[in-house]
C-alpha cells in the first residue's frame, strides 16, 4: 500500500491531461449541474399562469434592478407546502419502501443466476452474458406493455394457472404492488446480476478448496467465504435496482392500481395534469436528496474497496 | 577401507530400507484421467510416518494431481490411497485428516492473520480458550505475532507465505501438503524457509509431502525425493542417490547437471566394468558393475564437477582420460565451468567444473589451450535407459 502514496505524487501535467480531467466535470457541468440549477430555481418560484408557467422569469434585457428584485421574490413556499399535504411524505415513503422490497427480491433471484453464471462451464459464460443483457434490445416501455398481457386477469399467467388446474378463478396481479415488483424485479435483474457476476466469477476457487481442506463443508463454505466476498458485488448492484426504482414512473404508471403510491407517479400528475412546475420542481429536488444519501454511501463504500484491492 | 557412501548423511531415517515397516501413506496402483489424457498411471507408491517426502518433475508430470488425489480434490479414476491404514475412498476433503499449503496460498482476504490460522480449528469446534492458544502457538512458530491483526493484502510475499504455512499446520494434520509452497518467493527467502521447512518438520515431527518443480528445493528439504514423468514415477530415493545413482538418463539429466557420454561395454567383471566411448574414443573404467553385456550400448553419466582439468596432453590408451581443446569458459563465482571439446575431430563436448578455492589463480587456463580431463572410477554412472 505503501508503494501507492509514492505513485500518487504530484505530476506536471501538460495542457492535454488538464483537458482529459476536465472533460468528465464539464459533462457533469452542462448535463448534470445546469439542468439541477434550473429545476431548483423553478421550485423557488411561483405558479403562474403563463408561459412558463411560473414567476418570475429572469429575462436580463431588464437590467440588474429587476434581477435583484427577482432574486428577492425567491420563497421555500413550495417546500413547505410539500410537508402540509400528506400526499407527498406518503408517497415518498411508498416509493423508498417499494424500491427496497424490489431491491431485496431482485437480490434473493439475482444471486443465484449471478452464482451459476459464475460457476458454469467456461466456455458458457459469454453466452449466459449475452442472455442477461438481451432484453435490453427491447424498448423498456415495451417490455413493461408486455407484462399487461402476462398478469392480466385473462392473461397468459392466468390462463396456464387455470389451465393446470392450480386456480379455479383468475388471480388479480395487475394494477396491485404485486404487478410492480414484478416490474421492478424483471426490468432490473441485469443491473444486479451483472456486477455481482463479476465479483462472483473473479473469486479464486482455490480459497473455496482450501476453507473445505480445512474441514468446512461445501455449504458453510460457501457462506463462511463466497458470501462473504462478493458483498461488494451485491451493494453495487442493490444499488443499481434501489435508486433508479425510487423515481420509477413506468412500472407504477402501466402496472400499478391507483392505490400504488409512488413519487414518479405523484410528481408526473403534478407537473403534467396539474401544471404546476414549482411544485414539481421541488418534488423532484427533494427526490434527488433522498437519493442522494444513498449515492454518497455507495461511492464510499467503492472507494473503500478500490483502496483495499490496490 | 572406509565404508563407502552415496553423497552426506543427514539423519538416520531409513524407514524405506526396512520391507516390514508399516507405510503411513499409500498409493496402490493408482491411476487418474482426465478424459483421454491420463495425469497418472498405475502409480504405487510407499512414505512414511515423519518422512519428507517431495514429488519432483516438470510441468504437467501429475505430481500435484498425485497429491490433489490425497488431499480429496481429485478421485482416482483406479487404484486406492491409505493415509495411517485408512482407505481415504469416499471421504471427502473436509473430512481427511491431511492439510494443504496452497501454491496461491489461498488466504481468505476477508479474514485478518489469526482469523485464518483460527479457520480450521473453528471448523473443529474446538473450545475457544485453546483455539487462541493453538493460534498463538502458530504465530509464534511462524514470527508472525506482530501481524496477527492484519489483513492478507497488508503483508508481504514472505509473511503471506507464512501464514498460509501457520494455517495448514495448525489443525497438527496426520499429513502436510505442500504445493510449490516456495514459488512465489525471491530465491533468498527461498532457501531460507527451505530450511525452516525442515527444522518445523523436525520439531513438530510431522509428515510432510511436497510438490515442486525446483530440483534444488526437493534436495535440501527431503528425506527422499520421487521423480515423475507423464504419470510415472522413474526413481524414489534419497536426494544423494537421485543425483549419485541416477537410475535414468532422464533423472540424470533433470537434476542437475551431467555429461551423457555414449558408449559400449568392452568388459564386464566383478571388480568393475569396461566402456569404450563411441563419439570421443576414450577408455572408460568404472567401479560398477553392470547388467549389460560386452558389446551393449550404454551411457556413461558424469557430473561435470567430478571431471579434473589440468593443462596437457594425456596419455593415449589410458583409462579415465581424454585430451580436449577448452572451448568456453564460465565465470560464476563459487565455481567456474569449462567446455572442452574432446574426441577425434573434436566434436563433442565434455563439462567440468572445479570450485574456486583461492582469489588468486597462478597460470590460469585460457581458450583453445590444450587440456587434459581425467576421473576417478566412481565418479560416473553407467546407465542402460
Known amino acids: ?310 | 577401507m572406509a565404508k563407502k557412501s552415496v553423497g552426506p548423511v543427514r539423519r538416520e531415517f531409513t524407514p524405506w530400507e526396512n520391507p516390514d515397516h508399516p507405510p503411513f501413506i499409500e498409493f496402490r496402483n493408482v491411476s487418474k484421467k482426465f478424459g483421454d489424457f491420463t495425469a497418472v498411471r498405475n502409480l504405487s507408491l510407499k512414505i512414511y510416518e515423519r518422512e519428507f517426502f517431495a514429488l519432483l518433475g516438470g510441468s504437467g508430470c501429475g505430481k500435484t494431481t498425485l497429491m490433489r488425489m490425497l488431499a480429496g480434490f481429485e478421485t482416482p479414476t483406479s487404484g486406492q490411497i491409505f493415509l495411517d491404514g485408512q482407505d481415504l475412498a469416499g471421504i471427502p476433503p473436509y473430512r481427511r485428516p491431511s492439510n494443504m499449503m496452497f501454491q496461491s496460498y489461498a488466504l481468505f482476504p476477508h479474514m485478518s492473520v489469526e482469523k485464518n490460522i483460527a479457520f480450521g480449528l473453528k471448523q473443529d469446534k474446538l473450545p475457544q480458550a485453546e483455539i487462541d492458544d493453538r493460534v498463538a502457538e502458530m504465530l509464534r512458530l511462524t514470527k508472525l505475532e506482530q501481524f496477527a491483526k492484519r489483513k492478507p493484502h497488508q503483508l508481504s510475499g514472505g509473511q503471506r507465505q507464512r501464514v498460509a504455512l501457520a494455517r495448514s499446520l495448525a489443525k497438527r494434520p496426520k499429513v502436510l501438503l505442500l504445493d510449490e509452497p516456495l514459488g512465489a518467493l525471491d530465491r533468498k527467502l527461498r532457501e531460507e524457509t527451505q530450511f525452516e521447512l525442515m527444522n518445523l518438520q523436525e520439531e513438530l515431527k510431522m509428515t510432510f509431502l511436497i510438490v515442486t518443480h525446483d530440483q534444488e528445493e526437493a534436495m535440501t528439504v527431503a528425506d527422499r525425493i520421487a521423480v515423475m514423468d507423464k504419470g510415472e514415477l522413474i526413481q524414489v530415493a534419497t536426494p544423494s542417490e537421485i543425483y549419485e545413482a541416477p537410475n535414468s538418463i532422464y533423472v540424470a539429466d533433470f537434476i542437475g547437471d551431467v555429461n551423457l557420454i555414449e558408449a559400449t561395454v568392452s568388459e564386464v567383471s566383478e571388480d568393475g566394468t569396461k566402456l569404450h566411448s563411441t563419439g570421443e574414443g576414450f577408455l572408460i573404467e568404472s567401479s560398477q558393475t553392470t547388467e549389460a553385456a560386452p558389446g551393449d550400448k550404454v551411457w556413461y553419466a558424469i557430473r561435470p564437477e567430478k571431471v579434473r582439468i589440468a593443462k596437457g596432453q594425456g596419455d593415449a590408451g589410458a583409462f579415465n582420460q581424454v585430451t580436449g581443446i577448452v572451448w568456453d569458459i564460465g565465470y560464476l563465482g563459487d565455481v567456474s565451468i569449462i567446455h572442452a571439446k574432446v574426441g577425434a575431430d573434436n566434436r563433442d563436448i565434455l563439462r567440468a567444473t572445479f570450485a574456486n578455492v583461492s582469489r588468486m589463480v597462478e597460470d590460469p587456463i585460457t581458450w583453445d589451450e590444450d587440456v587434459v580431463l581425467s576421473f576417478d572410477r566412481d565418479a560416473g554412472v553407467i546407465l542402460t535407459r
Open chain 1, 1 to 310: 500500500m505503501d508503494e501507492e502514496v509514492h505513485v500518487a505524487a504530484p505530476v506536471k501535467r501538460s495542457l492535454g491531461g488538464w483537458l482529459l480531467i476536465a472533460m468528465p466535470y464539464l459533462w457533469l457541468l452542462i448535463f448534470f449541474l445546469a439542468p439541477f440549477l434550473i429545476v431548483f430555481k423553478i421550485s423557488l418560484s411561483e405558479v403562474a399562469i403563463a408561459i412558463p408557467p411560473y414567476l418570475p422569469t429572469f429575462d436580463f434585457s431588464e437590467g440588474w434592478e429587476t434581477f435583484r428584485e427577482n432574486l428577492s421574490s425567491f420563497s421555500l413556499e413550495n417546500y413547505i407546502w410539500l410537508t402540509e399535504d400528506a400526499l407527498y411524505w406518503k408517497s415518498y415513503l411508498s416509493s423508498v419502501i417499494i424500491a427496497a422490497t424490489s431491491t431485496v427480491l431482485t437480490l434473493l433471484i439475482g444471486y443465484p443466476i449471478a452464482y451459476g453464471m459464475a460457476r458454469s462451464p467456461q466456455s458458457w459464460r459469454p453466452t449466459l452474458l449475452m442472455l442477461v443483457i438481451l432484453p435490453f434490445w427491447t424498448s423498456f416501455l415495451i417490455r413493461v406493455y408486455a407484462w399487461i398481457g402476462i398478469l392480466k386477469n385473462e392473461g397468459l399467467l392466468n390462463q396456464l394457472l387455470l389451465s393446470l388446474g392450480l386456480i379455479d378463478e383468475p388471480l388479480v396481479i395487475l394494477n396491485t404492488n404485486i404487478a410492480v415488483y414484478i416490474g421492478i424485479v424483471y426490468s432490473y435483474l441485469p443491473f444486479l446480476v451483472l456486477p455481482l457476476y463479476a465479483s462472483l466469477e473473479k473469486l479464486d476457487g482455490s480459497l473455496l478448496e482450501a476453507a473445505e481442506d480445512l474441514g468446512c463443508p461445501p455449504w458453510k463454505a460457501f457462506w463462511k467465504v463466497t458470501l462473504p466476498l462478493s458483498i461488494p458485488g451485491m451493494i453495487a448492484g442493490c444499488f443499481l435496482v434501489f435508486i433508479p426504482a425510487v423515481g420509477e414512473f413506468v412500472i407504477p404508471d402501466l402496472l400499478g392500481g391507483s392505490d400504488t403510491l409512488m413519487i414518479g407517479k405523484t410528481l408526473w400528475v403534478e407537473f403534467f395534469n396539474n401544471r404546476d412546475w414549482p411544485v414539481s420542481s421541488a418534488v423532484a429536488v427533494i427526490l434527488l436528496m433522498i437519493l442522494v444519501i444513498p449515492i454518497v454511501l455507495f461511492q464510499n463504500q467503492q472507494q473503500k474497496m478500490a483502496e483495499k484491492n490496490g
